[in-house]
C-alpha cells in the first residue's frame, strides 16, 4: 500500500485519479481504518488529506461558513462562532463516537462514509449546507443530500474529493437542531436521527428544511414535513401535523437497533421535539 | 507487503524516527518499534479506548491513527505522565483508590482523564463519566475511576492556588 500526504486538493486528486487499485482518501480514518483491519477494503493507495490547509481550516466568510475536509469534531466543537450560528450542526457531529473519535472523525468522512444512520448529516442537510467537490475536470459544488446515494455510496466521480463543506450564513432568526434516539447516550449508533433548521419573521416559520437520519436507505430531506410549520408558530397542531409528516416519510428497515414500526413512531416524536428546540433558537416564543 | 516508510515524530518530548510499513497502525510503532507499552491494544477498532494517546494535543485511538500518519506530528503516551520520576497525581490517585484490577485499560483511562482535566479542571461527576465514556473496563466497573479522577481534580485545583 502506498500512503501519500499532498499539500494541495490538486495533487490529492491528480494521485487519486492516476490510481489503477482502490484508493482511498484519509482524514480521520476513524471508519477506513476499521474497514482495513477487518479486511473490507484493501487500499492500493491512501492519500492523507490533513496536510493541506484547504481542508484543514475553519473559514469565516461573507456569506458562511467553510469547513474543510479534515477538521476534526473536537476543533468543530472548539469554533464558537460556528457553534453559535449552526448548533445543531456541531452537536450532530459531536454526538459520533467518543472523545477519542473526536479527535479525528469529520464531517465529510461521516458523509463520504455513506451510512444511513450518519449522525452530522441530517444536520447538514436540513442547514443547507453544500460540498466543494474538486476532481479532475475542475471544481463543482453539490448540495450535500445529493452526495449519499445508497448506503456506502456516493455521487462521487471516481477521482473526485469533497475539499470542504459551506454553510450558509445564519442570522438571529434562525435556528437549527439535530436529535438522535439511541439506546445508549453514549457510543451508539442512531435509531432515528432528525436534524431541522428553519427561519422565522415576526414570530412565524417563513423557511424550514427537515432531515430524517437512519429511516431510509439514505438520509432524506422531507419537504412536506417542513410544509406542515412553514407559516405556523409552531402551535400544537402543527408539530401534531410534522409528526405525521415525518412518519409517513419513513421507509425503514427492521433490524438488531429497532423494528421499521418503532423507527416510524420514534421520527415522529423525535421531530417535534427538534422542531421545539430549533424554534426556540430562532427566537420563537413557547 | 507494504512499503516501509521512514517516520520523524516526537513522543514524550524526545525526537524518535523508526521505520514502519505503511498499514503498521501507531499503536503498533509505538510498543513494537519505540518500545512504549504502556499503550495496550483492547479491541483494535476504537471502542475500548486502551490505546488512548494524545496527537498534537488531541486524544485519540493510537488503534486508529497509522504510524506513517505520525511523521513531524507531538504525541504523548502514558509514559509521558510522570515528571522526573514523580507519578502523575491522577496515577497515584488511581492507586489510592485502587481504580483498577488488571490494569490493561488503566493508560488509556489515565491519557483520557488528563486531557479532561487539562481541558476542563473542574469537571462535574457527569462531565467525567460522558468525556471517559470512550474508555472501557471490564474488572472494577467505573465507580472507583471517576472518584480518583475527582480526587485528581481536587488535588490539582489546590496546588494550582
Known amino acids: ?286 | 507487503m507494504s512499503e516501509a516508510v521512514l517516520v520523524s515524530t516526537t513522543v514524550n518530548g524526545d525526537v524518535v524516527e523508526f521505520a514502519c510499513p505503511t498499514d503498521e497502525v501507531l499503536l503498533d510503532s509505538l510498543r513494537d518499534r519505540v518500545g512504549l507499552t504502556g499503550v495496550k491494544e483492547g479491541c483494535g477498532t476504537g471502542d475500548c479506548g486502551a490505546c488512548s494517546i494524545t496527537l498534537d494535543g488531541q486524544l485519540v485511538c493510537s488503534c486508529l491513527v497509522l504510524g506513517v500518519e505520525a511523521d513531524g506530528r507531538d504525541i504523548t503516551t502514558v509514559e509521558g505522565l510522570t515528571e522526573d520520576g514523580e507519578l502523575h497525581p491522577l496515577q497515584q490517585k488511581f492507586i489510592d483508590h485502587a481504580a483498577l484490577q488488571c490494569g490493561v485499560c488503566t493508560p488509556g483511562f489515565l491519557v483520557a482523564a488528563k486531557a479532561l482535566l487539562d481541558r476542563n479542571p473542574n469537571p462535574t461527576e457527569t462531565e467525567i463519566r460522558y468525556a471517559l465514556a470512550g474508555n472501557l473496563c471490564r474488572c472494577t466497573g467505573y465507580d472507583k475511576i471517576v472518584r480518583a479522577v475527582q480526587a485528581s481534580a481536587k488535588e490539582l485545583n489546590k496546588a494550582r492556588r
Open chain 1, 1 to 286: 500500500m502506498r500512503y501519500e500526504s499532498p499539500a494541495t486538493t490538486k495533487e490529492a486528486v491528480a494521485l487519486l485519479s492516476k490510481e489503477k487499485g482502490p484508493a482511498f482518501v484519509i482524514a480521520g480514518g476513524t471508519d477506513l481504518l476499521v474497514r482495513m483491519k477487518s479486511g473490507l477494503v484493501e487500499p492500493a493507495l491512501l492519500v492523507d488529506v490533513k496536510r493541506i490547509p484547504a481542508m484543514t481550516t475553519i473559514k469565516v466568510m461573507q456569506t458562511g461558513f467553510r469547513v474543510g475536509a479534515a477538521v476534526s469534531g473536537a476543533e468543530l466543537g472548539a469554533h464558537k462562532a460556528l457553534g453559535k450560528a449552526w448548533p445543531g450542526v456541531v452537536e450532530a457531529t459531536n454526538l459520533i463516537g467518543s472523545d477519542q473519535i473526536q479527535g479525528r472523525c469529520t464531517m465529510v468522512g461521516n458523509l463520504c462514509n455513506a451510512s444511513p444512520a450518519a449522525d452530522s448529516v441530517p444536520a447538514l442537510i436540513a442547514a443547507g449546507a453544500k460540498a466543494a467537490i474538486v476532481g479532475k475536470q475542475g471544481r463543482r459544488t453539490a448540495a450535500v443530500e445529493k452526495i449519499i446515494t445508497g448506503p456506502g455510496s456516493t455521487s462521487l466521480a471516481k477521482g473526485e474529493v469533497i475539499e470542504a463543506l459551506t454553510l450558509p450564513k445564519s442570522s438571529r432568526r434562525t435556528g437549527d437542531a439535530y436529535l438522535r434516539f439511541t439506546p445508549r447516550t453514549e457510543m451508539d449508533i442512531a435509531v432515528v436521527g432528525v436534524g431541522i433548521s428553519m427561519t422565522l419573521e415576526r414570530g412565524i416559520i417563513k423557511k424550514a428544511r427537515v432531515c430524517l437520519g437512519a429511516v431510509a436507505p439514505t438520509p432524506i430531506l422531507v419537504p412536506a414535513a417542513a410544509d406542515t410549520i412553514i407559516g405556523t408558530k409552531l402551535d400544537d397542531a402543527a408539530l401534531a401535523a410534522l409528526a405525521a409528516a415525518c412518519s409517513d416519510a419513513c421507509d425503514p428497515i427492521d433490524d438488531k437497533r429497532g423494528t421499521a414500526a418503532y423507527r416510524i413512531r420514534v421520527a415522529g416524536v423525535l421531530a417535534r421535539r427538534v422542531a421545539t428546540i430549533a424554534f426556540q433558537r430562532a427566537g420563537g416564543a413557547a
